[in-house]
C-alpha cells in the first residue's frame, strides 16, 4: 500500500508538472498574442492621428505652397476681430494680393510653370514674415496677409512697399526669367467689423482699385469705394433692365466739311433715358456695359436704331441733303462669331444702302484683335460700309493697319484740337496726321471743335471735317431734320 501510494504521488507530481509547463506554455503563447495585437493597436492609433493630422491639413493648409488657405485665414480674422472689439487699443490690418499679368504666364508657359511660380512667390513673400504676419494663399494667385498689433497704418504700407520691393525682382522658373509684380489692397481693421467677410469685401475692392489705377501698386480702402462699388452693381441691375425695356436713345452731332460749311453726316451717339436719374451720357454707362459684357447688346440695339433711322432718311431726303450716320463699334462685338450675319440681317430688314452707313474704329480695337478685325473689315468693305479709325494718334499708332486696312477716314482726337489752340506756334500733331491721311488717300475729321478760332486752324490745314460744340451738340432724330433744312453754312 506504501509502495502504491509513492507512485501515485509520483504519478500525479509528474502530471502536475506536465500541467504546469503547458500552462506555461500557453501563457507565453498568450502574452504574444496579446503584445502583438497591442503593437497592432498602436500602429493603427499612430496610423489614425498622422491621417487625421494630414486631414487637418488639408483643411487648412495650402497643398501647392503649404501655406495657412482661406478657411485658416477666416478663422483667424474672427479671433482678431473679437479681439478689437474686446481691446481698444489693439489694431490690425489685412493685405490682399493679386499678382498682375499671371493668366498670360499660364496661358503661354503652362500651369506646371505658374505653379512653380506661384511656390516661389509664396516663398520669396514668407521672408519678410515677422510674428505679427500671418500669410495664406486664398486660391489662383492670390495671397492674404493678417498683420496684428499695429500703431498706424502706415505700417501696413510700409508692408506692402517691402512686398512690391520684394516682387519686383525676376523669378527664374525652368529657365525662363519671368517678371511679375502685385496689386495690393490694404484695409485698417477696427471694431466695426462684424464678419470676416464684409473685411474681405472691402480689401478686395480696394485691390481691385489698385489694378485699375495701374496694377503694381498699393491702395488703401475708404468707406467711398463700398458706396461706389454699391452704385455700380445697381447701376448694372438697371442696365440690365434697360435693356430689356430698350430705355436707350439715338442723338447725332452733326459732321460738318470745311470746304462747303454744310452738314455732310452724323455720329451716332447713344444715351440712356433712365426712369430715375433723367438722360445719362455714355461716359456715365458705357464703362459698367464694357466691364459686364452689356455692351454687346447695347451696341447691335444701336446700330439697328442708326439703320432704321438713315433707312427713313434716305427715303425721305433729297440727294442734295442726303447724309451718312457712323457709329462706333465696341471692341467686345469682334469677339462674337456670327458679327458679319447679324449685320446682314439687320441691313436687309431695314432695307438701308449701307453706303451710307460708317463705322469707327478704334487703334487699340486693330492691335488687340488683329486677325479678327481684319477679317471682318475685309467683309464690310465687300457690303460698301466705309470705317472709320477713332481717336487716332492716342494709342498704338500703327501706320502698317493703315496701308493695310481700307479706311476712308482718320478721326484727330480733340486732346489734340485743344493742344493747337494753347499754342498758336505748335500745332503738335494735327497737321502730322491731316497730311498722313491725305497721303494714303482718306479724309481727316477734327472732333472737339469748340472755338473759331480751332475751325480757322483746321481750315488752313486743309482740314476736310469737323464735329464739336461750335457747330452743334448731339441732338435727337427730329432736330436732324430741322438742322438739314436750314441748310446752315460755317
Known amino acids: ?77 474672427e479671433t482678431v476681430i473679437k479681439r478689437s472689439k474686446e481691446e481698444s487699443d489693439y489694431h490690425f490690418a489685412v493685405l490682399f494680393l493679386d499678382c498682375d499679368r499671371f493668366k498670360i504666364i499660364n496661358d503661354s508657359l503652362g500651369h506646371a510653370v505658374g505653379d512653380r511660380l506661384l511656390i516661389a512667390i509664396a ?10 504676419y500671418t500669410l495664406a494663399r486664398f486660391g489662383g494667385d492670390e495671397f492674404a496677409i493678417l498683420l496684428e498689433n499695429l500703431v498706424d497704418v502706415d505700417m501696413a504700407v ?22 511679375i509684380n502685385a496689386s495690393i489692397g490694404i484695409i485698417w481693421g477696427d471694431n466695426e467689423y462684424e464678419k470676416p467677410e464684409y473685411l474681405l469685401r472691402d480689401v478686395d475692392t480696394a485691390m481691385y482699385r489698385a489694378k485699375d489705377m495701374g496694377r503694381a501698386r498699393y491702395h488703401i480702402f475708404n468707406p467711398e469705394m463700398h458706396r461706389t462699388a454699391i452704385e455700380l452693381l445697381e447701376l448694372e441691375n438697371d442696365l440690365r433692365r434697360a435693356i430689356k425695356r430698350q430705355e436707350f436713345l439715338v442723338y447725332y452731332q452733326p459732321i460738318v466739311s470745311l470746304t462747303t460749311g454744310n452738314i ?40 439697328n436704331s442708326v439703320c432704321q433711322q438713315l433707312s427713313f432718311w434716305q427715303h425721305y ?60 473689315i475685309q467683309q464690310l468693305k465687300l457690303r460698301n460700309i466705309k470705317l472709320i479709325m477713332d481717336d487716332f494718334g492716342t494709342g498704338y499708332s500703327c501706320l502698317s493697319y493703315l496701308h493695310s486696312l481700307p479706311f476712308s477716314s482718320l478721326k484727330i482726337d480733340q486732346s489734340f484740337i485743344k493742344i493747337m489752340e494753347n499754342n498758336q506756334n505748335n500745332m503738335g500733331l494735327v497737321p502730322a496726321i491731316i497730311a498722313m491721311a491725305h497721303s494714303m488717300g482718306m479724309t481727316a475729321i477734327a472732333e472737339g471743335v469748340e472755338t473759331k478760332e480751332q475751325l480757322a486752324q483746321l481750315r488752313n490745314l486743309n482740314c476736310d471735317f469737323a464735329q464739336g460744340y461750335l457747330f452743334a451738340e448731339a441732338v435727337d432724330s427730329q432736330t436732324v431734320l430741322d438742322l438739314i433744312a436750314q441748310k446752315l453754312r460755317w
Not at 494630414?54 to 487648412?60: A, S
Not at 455720329?267 to 454687346?296: C, K, M, Y
Open 264 to 303: 455732310t453726316a452724323f455720329e451716332a451717339l447713344v444715351r440712356w433715358q433712365h426712369p430715375t436719374r433723367g438722360l445719362l451720357f455714355p461716359n456715365e454707362f458705357i464703362p459698367v456695359a464694357e466691364e459686364t459684357d452689356l455692351i454687346s447688346e447695347i451696341s447691335m440695339w444701336v446700330l
Open 317 to 376: 431726303l433729297s440727294q442734295e441733303d442726303s447724309v451718312s450716320i457712323s457709329v462706333n463699334l465696341s471692341p467686345k462685338l469682334f469677339s462674337q462669331y456670327n458679327l458679319i450675319a447679324k449685320f446682314d440681317e439687320i441691313i436687309n430688314r431695314t432695307n438701308v444702302n449701307p453706303m451710307g452707313l460708317k463705322l469707327e474704329i478704334t487703334e487699340s480695337m486693330i492691335v488687340e484683335h488683329s486677325h479678327t478685325v481684319k477679317k471682318i
Open 1 to 77: 500500500i506504501r509502495v502504491q501510494n509513492q507512485l501515485a504521488l509520483f504519478s500525479a507530481q509528474k502530471h502536475i508538472k506536465q500541467l504546469n509547463l503547458q500552462l506555461e506554455k500557453r501563457i507565453d503563447e498568450c502574452t504574444k498574442k496579446l503584445n502583438k495585437t497591442f503593437k497592432k493597436l498602436q500602429q493603427e492609433i499612430l496610423e489614425k492621428q498622422k491621417l487625421k493630422t494630414r486631414l487637418h491639413d488639408v483643411i487648412i493648409r495650402d497643398s501647392l505652397t503649404g501655406l495657412p488657405n482661406r478657411v485658416l485665414f477666416i478663422n483667424k480674422l
Open 123 to 132: 516663398q520669396r513673400l514668407s521672408k519678410i514674415y515677422t510674428s505679427k
Open 158 to 179: 510700409g508692408v506692402a512697399k517691402n512686398i512690391l520691393h520684394q516682387l519686383s525682382a525676376p523669378f527664374y522658373i525652368a529657365k525662363h526669367e519671368i517678371f
